[in-house]
């Protein structure tokens, strides 16, 4: 993970670039987003619009160095091996005019183009369903009751909690 040390230590929160670590050992990643799409599926001008929102006034510096790490996270989809991805949106986060909307049309048709590779399953919780138990909330599923396997990430790196299962 030599590519993340180029970054100044304040772009990422320590919780966020311990995941990032986990998340470029793991083979597989669940991924429950209510809010966004989830960051492996973002379009670079999603991503910047969500880093320039990230905080109050971010220097421009920051938005570039937040987007380039969401960007250089994406490269696990298409290596080989692939990272496999199941990613459940809530369908408001496809509504939500994130950047414009030029930059959200992009951004829906890069999520059909994702759905189409085999290590890639997206799926959208529908907003008819009502009330459901991850309402305000973004995070990868619980892990199974039994220890995680090697390779596999759950974790909720913006409340500062990762658990990895080591090769």
């Known amino acids: 993970m030599d590519w993340l040390r180029r970054f100044p230590a304040d772009v990422l929160p320590g919780s966020l670039k ?6 470029s050992e793991a083979v597989k990643l669940d991924d429950f987003e209510t809010t966004v ?3 492996l599926l973002q379009t670079e001008d999603y991503a910047k619009a969500i880093a320039r929102g990230w905080e109050l006034g971010p220097s421009d510096d ?24 199941h990613a459940v949106i809530y369908q408001p986060a496809l509504r939500a005019p994130v950047g414009g909307p030029e930059t959200i049309r992009a ?12 290590n ?36 909720r790196p913006h409340q500062g909690r990762v658990r990895g299962g080591r090769r």
């Open 120 to 155: 890639i399953t997206i799926q959208v919780l529908r907003e008819q369903v009502g009330a459901h138990p991850a309402m305000g909330v973004s995070f990868s599923p619980p892990p199974p009751r039994r220890p995680l396997g090697p390779g596999r990430v759950h974790g």
């Open 62 to 85: 920051v938005v570039e160095d937040r987007t380039a790490v969401r960007v250089q996270r994406q490269a696990r989809l298409h290596a080989e091996p692939p990272l496999h991805l």
């Open 37 to 39: 799409v989830p960051g």
């Open 107 to 118: 951004q829906l048709l890069h999520l059909v183009e994702m759905a189409e590779l085999p």
């Open 18 to 23: 311990d995941f990032i670590e986990l998340e």
